[in-house]
C-alpha cells in the first residue's frame, strides 16, 4: 500500500513538473499595452528604410544568386553546429513570405521571437537583440517593407539533427537567455551616447556575431563584444573592444562604417561588407553615434577560437 502511494505522489509531482514546464516554455505574445504603440497605417517608410539597414537586414534575406538587395525571398544556407539553417522569405508574397502579416504580427517575430501560427523562431534570427526596439521602428520597418517587391517561392526547410527540430525546446533556450524589453535611455550619458547604445545593441544586433556562445548558443557574457567564432566554424568575428581598437578614433570608427576602410590602411571583408554597405545608408550623425558607444565598451580579452 506504502509502494502505490508513492508512486502516486511520485506520478502528481512529475505532472505537475511536466504542467509548470509547459506553461513556462509556452510563446509568449506581446501584451495588448504594446499593441497600443504599433499601427498599421501609420507607419513612415521612410524612416523604416533607415531602420531596414541598421538592422541589416538585407544581408541574410536577401534571395542569393541575383544583385538586387531588395528582393527578400530569403533561402541563405547558414550552416551551424545544430545543422543548417534556411533563412525564410520575408517578401511581401502572401502566399511564401509575409504579406498577410499585419503589424503586430512583424512585432511579435521580431520582439517575442515567436511566428503568427505561436511558434518559436531559432534564436539564429537575432531577436535576442531585436527584443529591444521600439514599437514605432517596427511599425515603420513594416511600412517600408510593405513598399518592396513580393517574391515568389519558399525557401528549403531546415536541416538540423533531431533534437533541435523541436521547437518547444526554444522555450527553454529562451528562459536562460532571452530577457525581452524595450531599450531604456541611460540618465547617466548623453543623447548621442545613448542612440548609440540603440542601434548597436537593438536594432544593428553587434553582439549576436562580435562574442563567443557556449554550447546552448547563448552568448558567454565575459566575451560579449569581444570577439568570437562563426557558426560556421570557418572564421573568426573580431574583438571591437578598447582591447583591439582602444587606438582607433571615433572618427575611424564612423569611417569603416561609411567606406569600409580601416585606419592601418586595410578594408573590411566577408559579412562586414555587407554590414557596410548598410550602414553606409545610414546619416552621418548615427554612424558617429555608433563608433561614440562602441568606443565606451569596456575593454575585454579576445577568447580562443
Known amino acids: 500500500m506504502h509502494v502505490v502511494r508513492w508512486w502516486i505522489v511520485a506520478g502528481a509531482i512529475v505532472g505537475v513538473l511536466g504542467v509548470g514546464g509547459w506553461l513556462l516554455t509556452s510563446p509568449q505574445f506581446l501584451a495588448s499595452p504594446d499593441r497600443i504603440r504599433l499601427s498599421d497605417q501609420g507607419g513612415d517608410p521612410i524612416r523604416g528604410k533607415l531602420v531596414f539597414a541598421a538592422g541589416d537586414c538585407a ?26 539553417f534556411r533563412v525564410p522569405n520575408i517578401s ?98 548623453d543623447d ?19 562574442s563567443s556562445r557556449n554550447i546552448l548558443g547563448g552568448i558567454r557574457s565575459n566575451t560579449r563584444y569581444a570577439g568570437g567564432q562563426d557558426p560556421e566554424g570557418t572564421g573568426f568575428y573580431p574583438n571591437i573592444t ?23 590602411h586595410g578594408r573590411v571583408g566577408s559579412s562586414m561588407a555587407d554590414v557596410v554597405t548598410n550602414t553606409a545608408m545610414l546619416s552621418d550623425r548615427d554612424r558617429t553615434a555608433i563608433a561614440v558607444y562602441i568606443k565606451s565598451l569596456s575593454p575585454r580579452p579576445t577568447p580562443t577560437p
Not at 67 to 80: H, I, N, P
Request: hydrophobic share 30%; glycine share 12%; with cysteine.
Open 59 to 84: 544581408s541574410c534575406h536577401a534571395s542569393p544568386g541575383q544583385s538586387d538587395r531588395l528582393r527578400l525571398g530569403g533561402g541563405l544556407a547558414l550552416a551551424s553546429p545544430y545543422g543548417t
Open 192 to 210: 548621442e551616447w545613448n542612440r548609440g547604445r540603440y542601434l548597436v545593441e537593438a536594432v544593428g544586433h553587434c553582439a549576436e556575431c562580435h
Open 92 to 189: 511581401m508574397d502572401p502566399q511564401d513570405g509575409i504579406g498577410r502579416w499585419r503589424t503586430e504580427d512583424l512585432a511579435n517575430a521580431l520582439l517575442n521571437g515567436v511566428s503568427p501560427g505561436g511558434s518559436h523562431y531559432y534564436p539564429l534570427f537575432p531577436y535576442s537583440s531585436f527584443t529591444h526596439m521600439r514599437g514605432e521602428d517596427v511599425s515603420d520597418l513594416m511600412a517600408y517593407l510593405r513598399t518592396l517587391p513580393a517574391v515568389q517561392g519558399r525557401p528549403p526547410a531546415h536541416e538540423l539533427t533531431p533534437l533541435f527540430r523541436v521547437r518547444r525546446m526554444i522555450g527553454l533556450w529562451k528562459l536562460l537567455y532571452f530577457r525581452p524589453g524595450q531599450l531604456q535611455p541611460d540618465r547617466g550619458h
Open 242 to 264: 578598447p582591447t583591439r581598437i582602444g587606438n582607433w578614433s571615433t572618427q575611424d570608427l564612423a569611417e569603416l562604417l561609411r567606406t569600409g576602410n580601416t585606419p592601418n
